[in-house]
């Protein structure tokens, strides 16, 4: 909760609010992995529930959204009905909380459903790209081929489509339905916090924490943004979502392992996680699951580089060779000391950072299957945006999910299962390592 506070907190107030709370929420996530084997209950209800406030006014006086006035209305409506969840989860009882949780998620996905005709034009290189893009497809032109032109106060931006095949995959049958790949993104949102919720009653994890862990997500303060923007972390959130709940549900099955590959096929910041959740699979299962999971990850990528191997390949790295010097608009530390210095870090630093925070995730993590990965994925990818030329509100909204789902795994209740070699090992959360089944 703030990180998404602290990564949401833009303008003047950015590098001395901003940042500072976003690296406030990065340790916080940091003690948490010191203290992963620390069983003790925390009263957590009172804490919660006060940043829970703190979002949804962050939400309630953030920006005016670049569409239309009753849609800008609306957003600051929900975070009001927001505001009067959190209440609810403080001080009243299970039946009147699981209602106003459920009426909030109802509101949530019809809102994200709106978007696209609340802001028929976000103003923003992100959706021109992939829009454009979407429609080479349709008419049968390499979408990494079309060259785009778009000013933005930071200069110009990529001139190619700057992202993953798989985007364009998922997004296509939105473009062709509706002319707008934005509601496969309100899907895929919505899609994800119905699953988290279940990822969590799985888990037999507190109702309370349930509903507090689903308002976690849906009073994001720049939720409604994230739609509305076209930004492709809809897409990566949902298979995110999508992975804790296959990993829950058949811990040693291909689909999880599928899922979970499919989220480097989506975005290339997510190249440590990857390690994380190799290093977690059980040795006898490791092959064959990283097989499986690799090689859709490849199909997904395939067709494109058969069609046109050197414009799909330049469209991926386009981003990471491109720019110059760091974007002054970042909410990082790199982009800090070059406002305030003119002086600025290698881009290899974020690229140190991204193995260097995996490394000592995995190395104290590396017993606590599907919670460790989230966790460690997590921090190593806070890590690196803190670090990097580019870090964006897009960018921590998938951190900040990430650490809720990592939250609802750890918090479910104890139980004990057995490891590869038959001994009985406790383990902190009731979804078992990779391949074991839930006791």
């Known amino acids: 909760m703030l990180i998404a506070i602290g990564s949401c907190i833009r303008g003047e107030l950015r590098f001395l609010a901003g940042l500072p709370i976003t690296a406030a929420g990065l340790a916080v996530a940091a003690r948490a992995m010191l203290l992963v084997g620390d069983r ?6 009172t804490p919660v529930s006060l940043v829970l406030f703190a979002m949804t006014l962050v939400g309630l006086f953030g920006p005016v959204l670049p569409g239309l006035f009753w849609y800008d209305a609306l957003c600051r409506l929900f975070f009001v009905f927001g505001a009067f969840g959190v209440g609810v989860l403080f001080f009243a009882g299970n039946a009147l909380r699981r209602r106003v949780t459920l009426g909030l998620v ?3 996905v019809a809102l994200h459903v709106v978007t696209p005709l609340g802001v028929p034009d976000p103003g923003i290189d992100v959706f021109l790209w992939t829009q454009s893009c979407l ?63 279940a990822s969590g009653r799985r888990l037999e994890a507190e109702p309370a924490f349930i509903d507090a862990a689903t308002l976690a997500l ?7 943004w994230i739609t509305a923007m076209g930004w492709t972390e809809g897409l990566v959130l949902a ?51 990283v097989a499986v999971g690799a090689a859709v990850a490849i199909l997904t990528l395939a067709p494109f580089v058969l069609w046109n ?24 530390f790199v982009a800090l000391a070059a406002a305030w210095t003119g002086a600025f870090a290698s881009r290899w630093l974020s690229v140190a950072v991204h193995f260097g925070v995996a490394a000592l995730a995995y190395l104290w ?75």
Request: hydrophobic share 50%; net charge positive.
């Open 40 to 45: 003790r209950l925390v009263p957590w209800l």
């Open 218 to 224: 849906v009073l994001h303060p720049r939720s409604p």
């Open 309 to 332: 191997w050197r414009a799909t390949i330049d469209g991926i790295v386009t981003q990471m060779r491109t720019p110059a010097s760091p974007r002054l608009d970042a909410t990082s």
């Open 135 to 197: 429609q080479a497809l349709g008419h049968g032109i390499h979408p990494y081929t079309i060259h785009i032109v778009y000013e933005t106060l930071a200069g110009r931006t990529a001139p190619v489509y700057p992202y993953m095949p798989f985007t364009l995959i998922a997004f296509f049958p939105a473009y062709a339905l509706f002319g707008d790949y934005r509601f496969l993104s309100a899907a895929a949102i919505a899609a994800a916090v119905i699953l988290i919720r």
């Open 106 to 108: 109802i509101a949530f």
């Open 239 to 289: 298979v995110a979502a999508a992975f804790v709940y296959l990993a829950i549900r058949w811990p040693g099955g291909f689909a999880q392992a599928i899922a979970f590959f499919l989220l480097p096929a989506s975005k290339q910041y997510i190249l440590a996680p990857v390690l994380l959740y190799v290093g977690s699979t059980p040795p006898r299962q490791r092959l064959r699951v």
């Open 365 to 439: 993590l590396r017993h606590h299957g599907l919670a460790g990965v989230l966790l460690g994925s997590a921090l190593t990818l806070c890590a690196t945006f803190l670090a990097g030329w580019q870090a964006f509100v897009n960018y921590y909204c998938l951190v900040a999910a990430l650490l809720v789902m990592a939250a609802l795994v750890f918090a479910a209740p104890e139980s004990v299962t057995e490891d590869e070699e038959g001994a009985r090992q406790p383990h902190g959360h009731r979804a078992p390592r990779w391949g074991a089944t839930a006791s």
